[in-house]
């Protein structure tokens, strides 16, 4: 029976030994429970940050969008105006064969100003031979013909007017 029954003394140790325990597990409740409002506290930390991450991939998904909808509008616009370049500059190639042209004209026409007029009319005897040359010359050189000429012709009146002059006396 000792063992069974126990002393006061033990029964004191059990109780205190208890009231330790009780406090020892209150402590590891409310440590827990405090761990617990923590991880709470991080896990709605974490949602938040997740949220902002979330927003922020969003913005740059949507910025990186305009970016590319901007650098594709971009390059429209360089090929456009690269195909204009092409055309002006086709443009102006052709542009540069034509006043070659021209000035080639121009040059074989200002060697025909040098023309001296006066061997037109020779072997002219009569008045009725130097109209008749006269005209003939002129529907030639007349300005309004390809081969025209108008220095050609002011030349031509004044060799035609002097001939007639000479002519007549």
């Known amino acids: 029976m000792g063992e069974a029954c ?3 003394d033990e029964i004191l140790d059990m109780g205190k030994n ?3 325990n009780e406090k020892d597990l209150e402590k590891e ?3 827990i429970l405090e761990e617990i409002q923590e991880l709470k ?6 949602e938040l940050e997740r949220e902002a991450f979330s927003r922020n991939v969003a913005f740059e998904e949507k910025r990186l969008e305009y970016e590319k909808n901007l650098f594709d509008t971009k390059w429209k616009m360089l090929e456009e105006e690269w195909r204009k370049l092409a055309m002006e500059q086709e443009q102006l190639k ?5 006043y070659a042209r021209v000035e080639e004209y121009d040059n074989r026409k200002s060697n ?3 023309v001296d007029v006066s061997g037109f009319f ?9 109209k008749k040359r006269y005209k003939d010359l002129i529907k030639i050189f007349h300005p309004d013909n390809l081969s025209g000429d108008t220095v ?5 009146n004044r060799e035609y007017q002097e001939l007639k002059k000479s002519m007549a006396v």
């Not at 506290?41 to 974490?46: A, E, N, S, T, V």
């Not at 052709?94 to 034509?98: A, D, E, I, M, V």
């Not at 020779?122 to 130097?130: E, K």
């Not at 050609?152 to 031509?156: G, L, R, S």
């Open 152 to 156: 050609v012709i002011q030349k031509i």
């Open 29 to 31: 409740r409310r440590e």
């Open 122 to 130: 020779s072997g002219v005897n009569t008045a009725s031979s130097l």
């Open 6 to 8: 126990m002393t006061a």
């Open 94 to 98: 052709l542009k540069r064969q034509f």
């Open 112 to 114: 025909r100003n040098d």
């Open 41 to 46: 506290r991080q896990r709605k930390f974490l």
């Open 18 to 20: 208890l009231s330790l």
